[in-house]
């Protein structure tokens, strides 16, 4: 577990900004991901932001991270794209992703699942109900049967993703809504999970079972160590196909289609 390495994305904009979210996050919500995370027992936690040089995701640092973080709100337009096709080929080979709250939006979750990724929300402080209803997942260790966000952001229904490979939370809100709030995605050789809980007026990245569903999704979604992805180009961006021109068992002749068919 310790030898997972993970970096925690942030936009990093909205503390920097406005004074309340600041308060809420005086080291930023990667700050506040990435202590829940050593809290878990995870040494290997670095951090990174929009305004660093390729947005502090660099080749070396994606090479070297096992599991991404994501979290963005106001800033998801800024996110180079190069840097965008960088991420989705690390996932393709086998880098394990964790969207937060609004990165529903981000560039790379709509790629990945080539939706919109639209939802209905509101901000009303209204009380949620989040229930694991996949108890067997790996993300669901150590959780009771449902918790409560006293106060959050509504996210409803329809939320526009390709139908989940697993589903292990759905939110009822206070106000009538419902939500797939905790979603497992498989692309190439990576995991995606989608979690929903995380507005930045609110201290959800301080709640000990957020942190524990954090990091229980970093673990789910740490390389597998199966066979190599094939499909991507090793240093670059680019997805190719294979021509398997040698066979491998022996092919029987059965002559010529002409003389088949007559
Ligand atoms: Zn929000």
């Excluded at 660099?58 to 994501?70: M, N």
């Excluded at 009303?124 to 150590?142: F, L, M």
């Excluded at 009822?172 to 809504?177: A, D, L, V, Y």
């Amino acid at each position: 577990m310790g030898d997972i390495r993970i970096t925690v994305w942030n936009e990093y904009q909205h503390e920097k900004v406005n004074e309340f979210v600041g308060g809420i996050y005086p080291d930023g919500i990667h700050g506040a991901i990435a202590e829940g995370l050593k809290q878990h027992g995870f040494n290997s936690v670095r951090t990174a932001t929009l305004d660093e040089p390729q947005h502090g995701l660099t080749d070396e640092v994606l090479a070297e991270t096992d599991v991404l973080t994501w979290w963005g709100h106001r800033a998801h337009a800024q996110v180079c794209d190069e840097v965008v096709d960088k991420v989705q080929n690390r996932v393709l080979e086998g880098m394990g992703l964790i969207v937060l709250h609004s990165g529903h939006f981000s560039k790379i979750f709509r790629k990945l699942m080539g939706t919109t990724c639209s939802i209905h929300w509101r901000e009303a402080d209204e009380r949620e109900r989040i229930w694991v209803v996949k108890p067997s997942h790996p993300i669901a260790h150590g959780l009771p049967p449902y918790f409560v966000n006293e106060e959050c952001e509504m996210y409803g229904e329809l939320f526009d993703i390709p139908t989940p490979d697993d589903l292990v939370f759905v939110s009822w809100f206070e106000g009538g809504n419902v939500f797939r709030s905790g979603a497992c995605f498989h692309r190439g050789n990576g995991k995606i999970f989608y979690f929903r809980p995380g507005h930045e007026t609110y201290p959800i990245f301080h709640q000990p079972i957020i942190r524990r569903v954090i990091a229980n999704g970093v673990r789910w979604a740490a390389p597998a160590g199966g066979p190599e992805f094939p499909y991507t180009v090793p240093g670059t961006v680019g997805h190719i196909g294979i021509n398997e021109k040698e066979p491998h068992e022996t092919i029987s002749d059965k002559g010529s289609l002409r003389e088949r068919v007559g």
